[in-house]
């Protein structure tokens, strides 16, 4: 009996180093699975960062370095299936020029391509890569924005939601009061057009003569704003005051990254 249970010990620690080793591989393989998948994932992002860069360039539009986020994980499996989730392009401190040469300034362009598809040729410059759809969303700074009207005098802030703008009139030489008005906002061409009504004169009494004047005053407030070209061929589409700014939404459907410079 002795020397039986003597055999049998030696090939219980052999059954458990050798279930040891295949552990220990196991657990290398999927580090390294994991590594390769976050490497890819990074050599990815920072290639479109490069190439959102110089369309950018090219629009004669600035940005600080563009920050890429591919999402999904794992990143490999999106890659040989040729659909992503979700690639994030942000464009920090964005400033481009009008057709009539106001700058627009953001704090950030924040784009978002979605269903994303792109065949494996695709990475080796060949075939097309097709978003299906893409949004990007901005705010300009209220003063930046009033800035920009070229009225050296008007003040744009958010009140209950709404736009509005405000001034002082000068009645006499010895005379002002302040205006204010809710802003009617549409897009139009490209264009932002902002209008205003519902005005608001304290401490004025209003006769026809004050209110041909407030009148004026009110149509001289108005302006429009043409929007600069963005990348990835995003288009206006909605505007939002808010508290900090004015909220851009950018859109666009079944863009063609590759041929838009990413």
């Known amino acids: 009996m002795a020397e039986v249970y003597g055999s049998e010990r030696p090939r219980r620690r ?108 695709a990475l080796r410059g060949q075939g097309d890569v097709v978003a299906g759809s893409v949004t990007g969303t901005g705010t300009i700074d209220y003063q930046l924005l009033a800035d920009a009207t070229g009225q050296k005098d008007l003040k744009l802030a958010e009140k209950d939601g709404k736009l509005v703008g405000s001034g002082v009139l000068a009645i006499t030489q010895t005379q002002e009061f302040p205006v204010s008005a809710s802003a009617d906002l549409k897009v139009a061409d490209g264009r932002v057009q902002v209008r205003f009504s519902d005005v608001s004169t304290p401490g004025l009494t209003v006769n026809p003569l ?27 589409q909605e505007l939002q005051p808010l508290p900090e700014g004015l909220r851009f939404t950018f859109g666009a459907s079944d863009v063609n990254l590759a041929a838009a410079g990413v």
Do not use: C, W
């Open 210 to 236: 004050i209110q041909s004047q407030v009148d004026g005053f009110v149509q001289q407030m108005a302006f429009e704003l043409d929007v600069p070209k963005l990348p990835l061929n995003l288009v206006i």
């Open 14 to 121: 052999r059954g458990r180093g050798l279930r040891i080793v295949v552990l220990t591989l196991l657990v290398f393989l999927i580090v390294g699975v994991v590594v390769l998948d976050r490497f890819s994932n990074s050599y990815a992002e920072n290639v479109i960062a490069e190439k959102v860069a110089t369309e950018v360039a090219n629009q004669k539009a600035e940005s600080s370095r563009p920050v890429v986020t591919i999402a999904g994980v794992p990143f490999l499996t999106q890659v040989v299936a040729g659909k992503y989730e979700e690639i994030q392009i942000e464009l920090p401190d964005f400033k481009a020029q009008t057709g009539t040469g106001e700058t627009i300034r953001m704090d950030l362009l924040d784009i978002r391509a979605r269903d994303v598809k792109a065949p494996l040729s």
